[in-house]
C-alpha cells in the first residue's frame, strides 16, 4: 500500500485507483471510482483530502515519486 503511494501521482486513473484502495485500507469506508468522480477530492502539501458524505478523510500521498 505505500509502495503504491509513494508513486500514485501516476496519472487520474492511477490517482482514483489508489482513493479508493487507500479508502477502505486506511478508513475502511468503501468507494467506488464514480461515486469518487462525485465528491469533493483536493491535493494538500502531504496527501489528499476526500470529502464523502460530509466526513473529510485524509490519505497519504508521497508526490516526491
Known sequence: MMTMARCADQGEA??????VAAM???HDTKVTQK???QQT???T???IQVVVGGV???LPLDIEC
Open 35 to 37: 461515486m469518487l468522480r
Open 56 to 58: 473529510t478523510y485524509w
Open 45 to 47: 502539501t502531504d496527501g
Open 14 to 19: 492511477w490517482r482514483e485507483a489508489w482513493i
Open 41 to 43: 477530492v483536493e491535493r
Open 24 to 26: 477502505e485500507y486506511f
